[in-house]
Nanobody, 121 residues
Framework: EVVESGGGLVHPGGSVRLICRAS????????IGWFRQAPGKEREGVSC????????MYADSVKGRFTASRKDVDNTGSLQMSSLKPEDTAVYYC????????????????WGQGIQVTVSS
């Protein structure tokens, strides 16, 4: 499995960094996806970074504000979230895929439990 960390309460316009960590297996061979689910809404893809970080994808709603990266030597991926808005409030999930980045949840074989990010003044 993968485990997320770094969420919490942040003011509008603020920043937070989410970390995704794999234990016991090499995350380096997997694309890392970030998804989120806001209250009353379906889960949606936010970002994805492929193996070696050569390709990244972002939802239109977060382009220019969120940045995905990975540090394979630490077996982690991260999502830097800046200029946060109240509509970014959601449970954020990290997931690992054996294929190239996509927004298809069935492509992702390992999911974290999710972590809450709340953007509020």
């Amino acid at each position: 499995e993968v485990v997320e960390s770094g969420g919490g309460l942040v003011h509008p316009g603020g920043s937070v960094r989410l970390i995704c960590r794999a234990s016991g297996w090499p995350l380096a061979y997997y694309s890392i996806g970030w998804f989120r689910q806001a209250p009353g809404k379906e889960r949606e893809g936010v970002s994805c970074i492929n193996t070696r970080g050569a390709t990244t994808m972002y939802a239109d709603s977060v382009k220019g504000r969120f940045t995905a990266s990975r540090k394979d030597v630490d077996n982690t991926g991260s999502l830097q979230m800046s200029s946060l808005k109240p509509e970014d409030t959601a449970v954020y999930y990290c997931a690992a895929s054996e294929v190239e980045c996509s927004w298809l949840e069935q492509d992702f074989v390992s999911w974290g439990q999710g972590i809450q990010v709340t953007v509020s003044s």
